[in-house]
């Protein structure tokens, strides 16, 4: 999740926004934030703008749905907004948001490790010897200089007179070709959501564990109805790892044993309904 998007000088005089209302302005901000906290990315890492159906979406920036409806009209006109498989994303938020090509990590762990491997050879030089000679009043030996350089606070070696080979970064974590992604637990969460965009993957382990092989998908989307419905945020999945399996709590109480007579305590009607003719089909 990202904790902060792009906002660009260009929207005061952009033609695209000067015909949208303020309103509409105001929507189309919330929008890029949505996007930024879902941060659902491609099998390349690339930012996909994905935000969630116009239902889930407009719910989530709290906007009365007609004029959300409205809003979605004129975005759509301006090639701001798109729609796919009914789950709503920004066609030009990679280009505008993504970061360039020269802040991404291993772009950056390669400028930090050349970065100090020009500051070992550096220290490594005659003119550091004649420096550190003065400075100490003593004859410097073969390992001063290592030494010194590993001194430096940024260092990973261990100080034994050689700086040692830089480690490399740690890969970033891939959802998309994670096989966990395959699971039937993760793939009914996504569904759950109504939207493409994955669950962290921090929270794959419990989702398994909660939803089991074979999720009972009816009971999940109550669950996460029921999450939204009470105005928590939709980003959460506790809905999934501890409602699913603990039952939904009622309004203003956590879920707790002999609430039903299945040690839960359901606080939605319509899941009382689903649970009591046996969890076989939804109304």
Not at 16 to 37: N, P, S, V, Y
Not at 83 to 110: F, H, M, T, W
Not at 111 to 137: I, L
Request: aromatic share 8%; charged share 25%.
């Amino acid at each position: 999740m990202k904790t902060w998007v792009k906002s660009y000088t260009e929207t005061t005089h952009d033609p695209k926004m000067l015909t949208l209302t303020w309103a509409q302005r105001g929507i189309w901000a919330a929008l890029l934030h949505i996007a930024g906290e879902i941060d659902d990315r491609d099998d390349d890492g690339v930012e996909t703008g994905t935000l969630d159906t116009p239902e889930y979406t407009a719910l989530r920036i709290r906007c009365d749905p007609a004029e959300f409806s409205y809003a979605l009209e004129a975005f759509t006109e301006r090639n701001m907004i798109a729609e796919e498989d009914g789950i709503l994303y920004l066609p030009n938020y990679a280009k505008r948001q993504g970061r360039a090509p020269s802040d991404r990590r291993s772009a950056v762990a390669s400028r930090v490790k050349r970065h100090r491997e020009q500051a070992v050879s550096s220290a490594a030089g005659p003119c550091n010897e004649h420096v550190t000679r003065v400075k100490r009043g003593v004859t410097a030996s073969d390992s001063d200089a290592d030494s010194d350089a590993d001194s430096d606070a940024d260092s990973d070696a261990e100080v034994s007179g050689s700086a040692g080979p830089e480690p490399e970064p740690a890969p970033v974590p891939n959802r998309r070709s994670d096989p966990r992604s395959k699971h039937p637990a993760i793939i009914a969460a996504r569904a759950a959501t109504g939207s493409k965009h994955y669950p962290p993957i921090e929270l794959y382990d419990g989702l398994i564990q909660a939803l089991g092989e074979n999720p009972d998908t009816a009971k999940l989307g109550l669950c996460r109805q029921s999450w939204v419905e009470r105005g928590y945020n939709p980003g959460a999945w506790t809905w999934a790892t501890e409602w699913y399996p603990q039952g939904v709590p009622a309004k203003g109480a956590r879920a707790s044993p002999g609430g039903n007579g299945n040690g839960l305590s359901y606080g939605n009607a319509a899941i009382e309904a689903y649970l009591k003719r046996g969890g076989d089909g939804v109304t």
